[in-house]
């Protein structure tokens, strides 16, 4: 659980770190030099081990679906380079020599 992660009480992890929305609770949002960052980013998720279900789904929120350009708002995403071609055919010859005979 974050609040026991953080050292804290339940209802002091709300008050601190959290802004009700909706039926629910959300991480805060602070102002940084770069731009605007969860309450818990410190140069990496200071919570990582506990982080909440809002932290883990990210960035499958469903506000997010359909803009993959704001996936990068998060540091913690990282984008990794395309396989070219002659990559793939290479390790799918690879996959096939080691499949047992049909």
């Known amino acids: 659980m974050l609040a026991t992660h953080l050292g804290l009480a339940p ?6 770190y959290l802004v009700k929305r ?9 102002s940084t ?18 982080r ?8 499958f929120w469903e506000e997010l679906r359909e803009d993959r350009g704001a996936w990068g708002d998060c540091p913690g995403i990282v984008p990794r380079p ?4 002659a990559q793939a055919d290479e390790v799918r010859g690879r996959r096939e020599a080691r499949a047992p005979p049909a």
Request: proline residues 11%; negative net charge.
């Open 33 to 50: 030099e770069a731009g605007p960052a969860c309450i818990l980013y410190d140069g990496g998720c200071s919570a990582y081990e506990a």
């Open 82 to 85: 395309q396989a070219r071609p």
């Open 52 to 59: 909440p279900p809002q932290c883990r789904e990210f960035p």
């Open 11 to 16: 209802a002091e992890l709300v008050d601190r």
């Open 22 to 30: 909706g039926y629910g609770y959300s991480l805060r949002v602070v």
